[in-house]
T-cell receptor, first 114, second 112 residues
Framework: GAGVSQSPSNKVTEKGKDVELRCDPI?????LYWYRQRLGQGLEFLIY????????KSGLPSDRFSAERTGESVSTLTIQRTQQEDSAVYLC????????????FGSGTQLSVL | GENVEQHPSTLSVQEGDSAVIKCTYS??????FPWYKQELGKRPQLIID?????GEKKDQRIAVTLNKTAKHFSLHITETQPEDSAVYFC???????????FGGGTRVLVKP
């Protein structure tokens, strides 16, 4: 595709429900990141995938958060038993080989937990 | 792991003045330092980057300087314009295959 694609663009859910966010990186990009950005705040690192290496999960805020990536393609971020503090924009980004390469960001998923 | 500190968190300048944002990093092995600009409601986009084999890089009104000894790098915007108003993020990383770590961001407001 032409860029990093994220879906859905907006998600409204009720507290306690599970949600799944999807990211389609640029074809051939081996590195993929998930970030959380609360309104007016910075980029909070969640998880990093690089090729076939074990993912860096050090940013996941709790065990309610998990992410998977199929090979070097699609990634899904799952949030279980959502809480109101999970409301934020979730950004995905990919790059050609990880560090030292330009990151391309998706347009994000705006998650609202009521 | 790497830790990147960014200052100031907010910066207000008069149109036409210069703006300077500073970042420090903790890992002396880091060798790639990009800067991203995020306009309101938009995704972050790369505006300039520098690698450790150079001390300064310029692109029109923006420049980045790097001091590896002191482990800090800075973004300079000259002749600021209202369209420069945005949040700017610095970042640092080591060799390919390592994670990019972002600073906390600087909200820049250019007043006409």
């Amino acid at each position: 595709g032409a860029g990093v694609s994220q879906s859905p663009s907006n998600k409204v859910t009720e507290k306690g429900k599970d949600v799944e966010l999807r990211c389609d990186p640029i074809s051939g990009h081996t590195a993929l990141y998930w970030y959380r950005q609360r309104l007016g705040q910075g980029l909070e690192f969640l998880i990093y995938f690089q090729g076939n290496s074990a993912p860096d999960k050090s940013g996941l805020p709790s065990d309610r958060f998990s992410a998977e990536r199929t090979g070097e393609s699609v990634s899904t971020l799952t949030i279980q038993r959502t809480q109101q503090e999970d409301s934020a924009v979730y950004l995905c980004a990919s790059s050609l080989e990880g560090a030292g390469e330009k990151l391309f960001f998706g347009s994000g998923t705006q998650l609202s937990v009521l | 792991g790497e830790n990147v500190e960014q200052h100031p968190s907010t910066l207000s300048v008069q149109e036409g003045d210069s703006a300077v944002i500073k970042c420090t990093y903790s890992d002396s092995a880091s060798n790639y330092f990009p800067w991203y600009k995020q306009e309101l409601g938009k995704r972050p986009q790369l505006i300039i980057d520098i690698r450790s084999n150079v001390g300064e890089k310029k692109d029109q009104r923006i420049a980045v300087t790097l001091n590896k000894t002191a482990k800090h790098f800075s973004l300079h915007i000259t002749e600021t314009q209202p369209e420069d108003s945005a949040v700017y993020f610095c970042a640092a990383s080591k060799a390919a295959g390592n994670k990019l770590t972002f600073g906390g961001g600087t909200r820049v407001l250019v007043k006409p």
